[in-house]
């Protein structure tokens, strides 16, 4: 089993480059199922997700050459509709591919996702969207199979919860539904803007009629295009935590800070030194830093996928912080592993409690879901002596390079296989 040793205490200090969005090339490699034109896609993080949705497209009858830079993509009209469970199981972004499949060729079966296991994480709000634009669907020995007699057919429909993949999955079938689709209660999350801009680059017509209102009118035709997907937000919050964590000094480049700017504002309340440029983020971590009560929400909230890492930082404030858990009702599988580091947190429902001022100790840990695992790795930087991660396959689900971009900015840190 592959593991990592990261020597602690670590003051991060240079340049970290932002590496392509995992969340928003996933619904955009997915949604590329839709067209027979070649799309180019760049800035893809090269990581283990995106090979597995790689695979899955492959799978699904599509050509694919991959220069290293690009990924070309070329599809044809041969129906293949069938999603293994095999390669859907490790991830949840699997389940993508049923919109554009069903948009696509009327029919699709898909293997019900697998992911991080951090919580339930069922798919019902995309079942139910779906049956609304036309399509019957039955759940049988874990595969969604469905279809659409009469191919999709737009419509209003209202999420009961704010949903990323499944805001994605109906935006993306209704593309090519006959007629108009009004999505409303939508997840506004950058990434899925993101894919709504690749979208509109395609042909598709798309408009944010409401904050968090789409409507979408079917087309039928399609263009080629090249497309650069946005960079990924949830990696630049991890290292400006690691500097904040670590009274490092970091620039991070290749982001735009607006994006971010929840994010930024909790690290300034809690003490770090912040200058926005132009697609650049200083940060300078402080001595001392400062307790704070989140909770995390859809956004523009503070994310879910920031919040064990934020934890680690809030073990190290001058008081006790709380975190509310408000997306996932099984996300703190990282609190047992750094309260054997010497952190201080309960947990009551879905909210945490976290005493501050605590020295972590370097200890051997298990990495349960892909967050968890990089809050394992910031809270061994912040330990003195020698930590050893295990199980660390879910970290290079989203992670690009994560060892080569900490070591650049000295963190000891070292890959076992
Ligand atoms: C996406 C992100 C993930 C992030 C999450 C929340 C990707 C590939 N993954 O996941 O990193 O943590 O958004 O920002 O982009 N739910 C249902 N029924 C459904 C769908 C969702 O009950 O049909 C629930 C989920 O269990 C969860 C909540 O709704 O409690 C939000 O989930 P959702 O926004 O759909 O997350 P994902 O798209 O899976």
Known sequence: MKKLEVFGAAKLKGQIRISGSKNASLPILAATLLSNKKISLANLPRVKDIETMILLLKSLGSIIEDNKKELIIKNTKQAKTFAAYSLVKTMRAGILVLGPLLAKFGKAKVSLPGGCAIGTRPVDIHLQALSKLGVKYKIIQGYVHANAPKGLIGANIKFPKVSVGATENLIIAACLAKGKTTLSNCAIEPEIKDLVNFLINMGCNIKWTAKRTVRIEGVNNLK??????????????????????????????????????????????????????????????????????????????????????????????????????????????????????????????????????????????????????????????????????????????????????????????????
């Open 224 to 417: 080629e295009l090249d497309y650069s997907v946005m960079p990924d937000r949830i990696e630049a919050g991890t290292y400006l935590i690691a500097a904040a964590l670590t009274e490092g000094n970091l620039k991070i480049t290749g982001i735009d800070p607006k994006i971010i700017s929840t994010e930024i504002n909790i690290l300034k309340k809690v003490g770090s030194k912040i200058t926005l440029r132009k697609n650049e983020i200083l940060i300078q971590g402080s001595k001392k830093i400062k307790n704070i009560n989140i909770k995390t929400s859809p956004y523009p909230g503070f994310p879910t996928d920031l919040q064990a890492q934020m934890m680690v930082l809030l073990c190290k404030a001058n008081k006790r912080s709380h975190i509310k858990e408000e997306i996932f009702e099984n996300r703190f599988m990282h609190v047992a592993e750094l309260n054997r580091m010497g952190a201080k947190i309960s947990i009551n429902g879905n909210q945490a409690s976290i005493e501050g001022n605590i020295k972590f100790e370097a200890a051997e840990l298990m990495a349960t879901d892909l967050r968890a695992s990089v809050s394992l790795i910031l809270a061994a930087l912040a330990a003195k002596g020698k930590s050893v991660i295990n199980r660390i396959y879910h970290l290079d689900r989203g992670y690009e390079d994560i060892e080569k971009k900490l070591k650049k900015v000295g963190a000891k840190i070292k890959r076992i296989n």
